[in-house]
């Protein structure tokens, strides 16, 4: 029985990513892939002042080794990945027009290249597959006006161009159903990180937990709430520590691994309360971050509109942690099971957040440790190999 030939991939991001670069690596040692990434930026690959962050940084994995992948040339005249006229590669038309057919996977719209590229893939034959975020529940904060503005641009114009929509959850895919994307289009593609990877640190951490608490100097009997993720108002991380103030706790710590434009708000809020065991650890590269993983019993996830999935909820869910997630957290109708592996509150209810960990952390050890390995199993199919899977399975003849 012939072989099918190998399919010819290109993937189109802003940028070198931290989540992305080992997918790209995993994918492209399968003999079935030719895969090529087209960035439209080098932002990452030195270090530079994050926005969100607000310090200067460089991830300390390899973002390019590993696979095939060009740096095209920006012509914007105001360089950015941060507003959509702030990439305009116009190199991405050359590229298209030379490639042999491929799958052509466009990481969402919210750049000009983007838009070059679905149009110009569509022109030149290729597949057009597009992996956006956005879950429709952030749909509903936006006003009508808007609302319909978007309905008419992407029902109309944008989305017809597409073969297939790789969604990342169940949310990702009612949004894309909200604007006329027919079932047959519709591709589940989870969102995940390297869980090999995670899972393997997990292993070498946990018999060090005392350990490395000590050298944080955290308590060894407490309990520790883990939030992973910048300091910015759509994390909300205030209303973690406000939550925490509310149950007076006793033996337990909370950490804040990340960094952020509220770390003053954060530190004038513990300093008038006098609250004690409070860590703000700066920020972690992604060398560093199993340590926090491994020490804590808690994650938390309290981010309001924006937070488009949360891709520190699969992290945390590795290194067997029961969850706590708001409702606005794109992934929590995919990666929480209420009461077996975490629990659920409404966005800004600090109150009902105080009331969900004293809940949680009332519960002895053994029980804790159940609702973790029920996250590790639960996250276990959001992997790369399920990608990998879902790519050759779609589109190998």
Not at 60 to 84: A, C, M, Q, R, V
Not at 109 to 127: C, D, E, P, Q, R
Request: with cysteine; proline share 3%.
């Amino acid at each position: 029985m012939k072989e099918p030939a190998p399919i010819n991939v290109i993937i189109i991001n802003s940028h070198p990513i931290q989540y992305f670069a080992p997918l790209y690596q995993y994918i492209a040692k399968d003999s079935f892939i030719k895969l090529n990434v087209y960035y439209c930026s080098n932002y990452g690959l030195n270090a530079e002042l994050d926005k969100l962050f607000g310090v200067n940084v460089k991830w300390d994995l390899s973002l390019l080794d590993g696979y095939s992948y060009k740096i095209l040339k920006n012509n914007s005249t105001n360089p950015s990945i941060y507003s959509f006229w702030g990439l305009l590669n116009l190199e991405i038309i050359y590229q298209l027009w030379k490639a042999p057919k491929s799958v052509i996977w466009i990481h969402g719209w919210a750049h000009a290249t983007n838009w070059l590229a679905i149009f110009f893939s569509k022109v030149f034959g290729h597949t057009v597959c597009l992996r956006g975020e956005s879950p429709l529940c952030h749909e509903w904060s936006k006003s009508k006006l808007s609302r319909l503005r978007r309905k008419l641009i992407f029902k109309s114009v944008l989305f017809p161009l597409v073969d297939r929509f790789f969604y990342i959850g169940k949310q990702n895919k009612a949004f894309y159903e909200y604007f006329g994307v027919k079932d047959q289009k519709l591709i589940w593609m989870p969102y995940a990180v390297n869980n090999d990877f995670f899972r393997e640190q997990y292993l070498i951490n946990y018999p060090k937990r005392d350990e490395i608490r000590r050298r944080l100097g955290i308590n060894l009997n407490d309990r520790v709430i883990l939030y992973s993720g910048k300091y910015t108002n759509k994390k909300r991380p205030i209303d973690l520590l406000k939550a925490y103030h509310l149950i007076k706790p006793s033996n337990v710590s909370l950490i804040f691994m990340g960094e952020g434009d509220m770390r003053k708000e954060l530190e004038s809020y513990i300093k008038e309360n006098q609250l004690q065991n409070v860590y703000l650890t700066g920020f972690i590269n992604q060398s560093e971050i199993a340590n926090f993983y491994s020490i804590a019993n808690v994650y938390v996830m309290c981010s309001g509109v924006g937070e488009t999935w949360g891709l520190s909820t699969n992290e945390a869910m590795n290194f067997k942690l029961p969850i706590v997630l708001s409702d606005q957290v794109g992934c929590a109708e995919d990666l929480l099971e209420e009461g077996h592996n975490g629990f659920l509150y409404q966005a800004g209810d600090v109150v009902q957040l105080s009331l969900i960990l004293e809940k949680l952390l009332s519960k002895n050890t053994e029980e804790i440790s159940e609702m973790g390995d029920k996250s590790s199993k639960k996250v276990g199919i959001y992997s790369y190999g399920t990608i990998l899977s879902v790519i050759k399975d779609t589109f190998l003849k």
